[in-house]
């Protein structure tokens, strides 16, 4: 028996091991909806505005590293997927965009909400296409899957509203296994990267999400050179605090005195990170990159040699080159107390006093109360340079909006972590401006279940914009908010909510409010901190 278009859709999708599509109902998706109604493998959240289920879609699927999906309807609905497919596009998170089109016989033409959906997900998209044939329908989303798979990118396809319904001809099937294997590079191949690390007297490394599975031997590699460990936003949570070398985060909101050592580094290691940030770096430093899409390093920083490859696979050839290595005392010892010196003021920095509660002070508490394993999701702003300046990780994993770097991702990833993991605890860390994006999705997580804390850095203002401002001593216009009363907010969209007031214990508070069962929100009034960094 032939079965519609959109029932060999939802069943392709479940060969791909999707569980959840995120999207907002619409009337040119009415019939892939009936159809993912109809059955029990894969589970519809709808959400209140589109740009949340694409950021959703983004943060599954960098969580998990598999596809996810999100879907919506023609006009409106898919344009606002677009801030969060910019986000799946710049961190390369492998998402599948399923969009309603207009009838076919008014493709063309000037009927209502039409707009050429190629031309609209161009600049996001490695893969965009429009069904034609419902009997094409598996081979098109086979491509896209393929796309959105091996290339980490975003796929898109558009389905005219009358197709979903008509009979189709294709037969589900799953995608063809890829074997990766490891890489045939050896140390022969390597020869004059290592002859370089050998005569390096200040090795730096620069690690980043893509050397998550090579962490480990990183630390060896970092011990045997003598080499100081510094991580991009994306590497922080890779290595425990307490590994030797580490010296944190490098550029704004990470350790303020890895600057001068960076800098003078004469040769640099950069493990799965495919940029670094202006003025914090070295100048006259041989710089080594390994990256998997090494034909990407380039644009985003110099590079004198480029390995083209899995850090877990080339980072043991490295190793085992200089095995002979004999390290330079003075560099190590530079290292250490650069380490020591930001440990002991970032110790210090977490312990200041006073109402409204210091930024660093309300990311020490946060430090505190999280479980080893836990999830952040982290939004974007003054609270993510704070986090990342003062947030001493263990082995929680951080999410956030990096190279698109949109407001409004935490509460849309909290969700989706939770969904995709829901034994893990999932903390949503958000400033009062992002927040104030996403805030009818308050109203998913009741609807849903979700059990997720969200805690919200209230200061009253677009910080970091008005750090900036001042900065360059311009005049502040927009940066002050009028901020809702958000645990009033919380308790109508049948959250639990806590605010911090004066002389509370906020560690108590934070505790009691992950313990209890469902969403819910700490609000904590945060002073309007200068960020040290920005003076300079």
Not at 11 to 32: M, N, P
Not at 110 to 126: N, R, T
Not at 145 to 160: C, D, G, K, L
Not at 288 to 300: G, P, S
Request: net charge negative.
């Amino acid at each position: 028996m032939k079965k519609t278009v959109a029932e060999v859709i939802v069943e392709q999708l479940s060969y791909y091991g999707v569980k959840k599509i995120y999207g907002v109902t619409g009337d040119a998706i009415i019939g892939l909806l009936d159809a993912i109604a109809k059955q029990d493998e894969i589970e519809f959240i709808a959400v209140r505005h589109e740009s949340v289920a694409a950021f959703m879609a983004s943060a599954e699927a960098k969580l998990t590293g598999n596809i996810a999906v999100c879907t919506a309807t023609m006009g409106p609905g898919a344009t606002n997927l677009l801030n969060g497919l910019g986000d799946a596009y710049s961190d390369k998170a492998p998402v599948l965009v399923i969009t309603g089109q207009a009838p076919t016989d008014k493709i063309g033409t000037d009927f209502q909400q039409y707009v050429d959906q190629q031309e609209l997900f161009k600049p996001f998209a490695a893969y965009s296409a429009n069904l034609s044939n419902g009997d094409a329908v598996v081979d098109i989303m086979q491509k896209a899957a393929q796309v959105s798979v091996q290339q980490r990118a975003v796929s898109h396809i558009s389905i005219p509203k009358d197709l979903f319904k008509m009979e189709s001809a294709a037969q589900a099937k799953p995608l063809p296994t890829v074997l990766k294997g490891t890489f045939s590079i050896d140390l022969k191949d390597l020869e004059e990267v290592v002859a370089v690390m050998k005569n390096a007297k200040k090795p730096m490394i620069l690690a980043g999400a893509g050397a998550e599975k090579a962490a480990p031997t990183i630390v060896k590699l970092a011990k045997q050179w003598g080499a100081g460990i510094l991580y991009s936003l994306g590497g922080k949570g890779i290595f425990p605090n307490s590994t030797e070398h580490l010296l944190q985060g490098i550029g704004e909101g990470g350790n303020p005195y890895a600057k001068d050592i960076f800098k003078d580094a004469d040769v640099v290691l950069v493990a799965g990170a495919t940029w670094w940030p202006d003025g914090y770096v070295p100048e006259n430093a041989k710089i080594i990159v390994i990256d998997l899409h090494i034909e990407n390093a380039n644009k985003r920083m110099p590079v004198d040699f480029g390995i083209k490859g899995d850090t877990q696979h080339i980072v043991p050839v490295l190793l085992q080159g200089i095995a002979d290595y004999v390290t330079n005392k003075e560099w190590v010892e530079r290292v250490t107390q650069t380490k020591e010196k930001w440990e002991e003021v970032n110790e210090s920095e977490g312990l200041v006093n006073g109402f409204p509660v210091h930024p660093s002070r309300v990311v020490r508490a946060i430090e505190r109360v999280v479980e080893e394993d836990a999830i952040i999701a982290l939004d974007t702003g003054n609270v993510t340079v704070w986090m990342n300046r003062n947030f001493r990780q263990s082995n929680q994993k951080i999410l956030f909006s990096g190279y698109w770097r949109s407001m409004g991702f935490g509460l849309p990833a909290a969700l989706a972590a939770k969904l995709a993991c829901p034994h893990k605890q999932v903390i949503a860390v958000v400033g009062d401006g992002g927040l104030q994006m996403t805030l009818a999705d308050l109203l998913t997580a009741s609807q849903y279940k979700i059990d997720i804390t969200v805690i919200v850095f209230n200061n009253g203002s677009l910080q970091m914009e008005s750090d900036k401002i001042r900065a360059a001593g311009d005049e502040e216009e927009g940066t002050q908010m009028l901020n809702p009363n958000f645990v009033s907010l919380a308790l109508a969209c049948g959250w639990r909510g806590y605010q911090i007031e004066e002389g509370q214990e906020m560690e108590l508070i934070l505790e009691e409010a992950i313990r209890i069962k469902g969403p819910t929100l700490v609000d904590v009034f945060t002073e309007q901190a200068f960020f040290p960094e920005t003076e300079e």
